[in-house]
C-alpha cells in the first residue's frame, strides 16, 4: 500500500464544479484556507490530450495541495491524462465516477462507471503504472434502481483491489433517467449513515463524505461519527467566507485571514498579474460575489462588480471600489 503524501489535508476538501473551481476560483478560495485540497472542476481526457493544456491545467504554485479531476473511461487515454497532469504539478489525480450530466452519459463515463467497477479498477491502475501521486476516485452511492448498499460496496471492494486508497462518496444516488444534473444535487435523499458505515467496514480505506453539507458543524459531526474527512461544494462557493473557519476548525491552525477586506488586499497584485497575462476582469470578479454575504454593503458591492468586471478595461480598481462600498464598521473576524 502506498503512502499518500497529502492525507493531512483529507479532512477538509472544496469539490470539482464545473464553470466554477478554475484557476481564479482556487487561488481566491486559498487565500481563505492553507490547508483545504482545492479541486479542478471536471476535464475530460478528450480535452486534455486534444486542447490547449497551458490554459486548462495550469495554476498558481499557492494553490497547492491542488487535485486534477479527469472524466473518461478509456484506460489509455485516462493514462496519458493523468500523466500530463502530474507533470503540471497536482497533487493528486482523481477519477469522476459521479457525474451525472447528459454529456458523460454519452461518453459512458461519469457516474455511468459506478456499474463498471472492474473497468475502474482497471483506469485507476493504468493511471497508477505513469504518476506518483495518489490516484482518487469521486463516486456516488449508485444509480437509477440500484441498491445502494450493494452497488456501493462491491464498487469500492473492486475499485479498491487495485490499490485505490481514497474515495470520494457523494451521498446521493445518481437518477440517470429522469433528472437533470441540478435535480440530481438535491433530490435522490442523503444517506450518510451508509458512508459511515462503509468507513466502519474498510477502516483500512480513506472516506471522504460528500453532499448536502450545510454547515461547518454538520462536516464536524459526521468527522466525529468516523469519516475520515469532508468535502464542501456550492455551500464553499456561495458563501466562501466560511472557509475562512477552515483552518481553526478541520486543522488546528489559525486562519490565514481575519476579515474579508485583508482577502481583498491579497487578491489585487493576482488580479493586477492575470490581467497583465491575458485574463478579463470578470473571469476573477464572478467567483468573489459572496465574499460580503450578510455584511451591510454587500448588495451594493455585488452589484458594482457584476456592472464593471465585464468592461473591457476594467482593472483591479473595479474590486477595490467595490469592496469599499461595504461598512467597515461591520468586519466579521475569522475564527
Given amino acids: 500500500m502506498s503512502i499518500d503524501p497529502i492525507a493531512k489535508h483529507r479532512a477538509f476538501s472544496v469539490a470539482p464544479m464545473m464553470d466554477w ?88 463515463f461519469g457516474a455511468c462507471l459506478m456499474r463498471e467497477p472492474k473497468l475502474v479498477a482497471d483506469c485507476i ?36 483491489a487495485a490499490d485505490c486508497q481514497v474515495f470520494i462518496v457523494h451521498a446521493r444516488k445518481a437518477w440517470l433517467k429522469g433528472l437533470s444534473p441540478k435535480q440530481n444535487r438535491d433530490v435522490p ?13 474498510r477502516p483500512d480505506l480513506t472516506i471522504i463524505l460528500n453532499g448536502g453539507i450545510s454547515d461547518l458543524d454538520t462536516a464536524v459531526a459526521e468527522i466525529a461519527g468516523g469519516v475520515d474527512g469532508v468535502m464542501l461544494g456550492r455551500l464553499a462557493y456561495q458563501q466562501p467566507w466560511l472557509l475562512a473557519e477552515v483552518d481553526p476548525t478541520f486543522f488546528q491552525s489559525l486562519s490565514p485571514v481575519k476579515t474579508p477586506e485583508q482577502v481583498i488586499e491579497k487578491l489585487l497584485p493576482y488580479v493586477e498579474d ?12 464572478r467567483h468573489i460575489l459572496g465574499l460580503f454575504q450578510g455584511r451591510p454593503g454587500a448588495r451594493a458591492f ?34
Fill in 302 to 335: 455585488r452589484r458594482h462588480l457584476s456592472e464593471n468586471a465585464t468592461k473591457e478595461y476594467a482593472g483591479p480598481e473595479v474590486i477595490a471600489a467595490a469592496a469599499a462600498m461595504v461598512d467597515p464598521s461591520d468586519e466579521r473576524s475569522a475564527a
Fill in 274 to 285: 492575470r490581467l497583465t497575462a491575458g485574463d478579463r476582469l470578470q473571469a476573477i470578479a
Fill in 189 to 201: 435523499p442523503l444517506n450518510y449513515p451508509l458512508v459511515q458505515q462503509l468507513k466502519r467496514e
Fill in 21 to 108: 473551481t478554475d484557476r481564479h476560483c482556487r487561488f481566491f478560495h486559498r487565500i481563505l484556507t492553507r490547508q483545504s485540497i482545492l479541486y479542478t472542476e471536471m476535464l475530460t481526457t478528450g480535452a486534455i490530450l486534444n486542447g490547449d493544456r497551458e490554459r486548462l491545467l495550469a495554476f498558481d504554485a499557492s494553490e497547492h495541495p491542488v487535485a486534477l479531476q479527469i472524466g473518461g473511461a478509456d484506460t489509455k487515454e485516462l493514462a496519458i491524462a493523468a500523466q500530463i497532469g502530474a507533470s503540471f504539478g497536482y497533487n493528486e489525480i482523481n477519477l469522476n465516477c459521479g457525474c451525472p450530466s447528459d454529456r458523460v452519459q454519452s461518453g459512458a
Fill in 125 to 160: 491502475k493504468a493511471m497508477q503504472d505513469v504518476v506518483g501521486v495518489p490516484v482518487t476516485v469521486k463516486c456516488r452511492l449508485g444509480v437509477d434502481d440500484d441498491d445502494e448498499q450493494a452497488r456501493l460496496f462491491e464498487f469500492v471492494e473492486t475499485v479498491a
